[in-house]
């Protein structure tokens, strides 16, 4: 009991560091998530991608252990991370009054994307630099740079062909400083007007 209020006690101060500096949240976070069991990668914040993880987002606190978060990924506010599922247990104790669960891994790798609300289901994998839409309900094994959307969660794409499309566009916005207090936006121009 007291290791689940020094736990909420943590959680609230990291939530409201996150208000204060970002800079700083973004390197206690990760530490916070690996003291309460989730696998996140020591070298996390390397590799230059800037990830950040929401304090809003859901990692099962009955199974932790579980899920697993590669360098460099980025969670959104309110994804949900569940590796367990009781939908067989009023079955299972129907025919066999036997009480039980489903248990599966989570395996989120480098540089992943995982957009707002969405819900990443027990044995899910998903291979590096894969994008999940917001909303997408997700569970599977999904190829390195995926993108997947919906319910339930399919490729829709790819990273890369995504980034091309942008690009060609122009529509890309860029941050650009040296640190938290001195960015700035840098705007894509107007697009022309149609004739």
């Not at 460099?72 to 949900?80: E, N, P, R």
């Not at 066999?96 to 891994?105: D, F, Q």
Request: glycine letters at 12%; aromatic letters at 12%; hydrophobic letters at 35%.
């Amino acid at each position: 009991m007291l290791k689940k209020i020094i736990k909420a006690i943590v959680k609230f101060g990291l939530v409201v560091l996150n208000r204060v500096s970002c800079k700083t949240y973004k390197r206690l976070y990760p530490k916070y998530l690996r003291w309460i069991g989730v696998g996140i990668e020591d070298d996390y914040q390397q590799g230059g991608f800037d990830p950040w993880i929401s304090p809003s987002a859901y990692f099962d606190p009955g199974y932790p252990g579980l899920i697993s978060v590669g360098s460099g990924t980025t969670i959104s506010f309110d994804a949900c991370f569940l590796a367990h599922d009781y939908s067989v247990d009023k079955e299972l104790y129907a025919q066999y009054k036997e009480h039980g669960l489903l248990l599966g891994k989570i395996n989120i790798g480098k540089n992943c994307f995982i957009g707002a609300r969405a819900m990443i289901l027990l044995g899910t994998t998903l291979g590096d630099g894969c994008i999940v839409g917001a909303n997408a309900v997700v569970k599977g094994h999904f190829p390195a740079g995926s993108i997947i959307a919906g319910n339930p969660g399919r490729v829709i794409g790819n990273a890369e062909t995504l980034l091309a499309k942008h690009k060609e566009k122009g529509d890309i916005s860029y941050w650009r400083g040296d640190n938290y207090d001195t960015f700035e936006m840098v705007l894509p121009p107007d697009p022309e007007p149609k004739k």
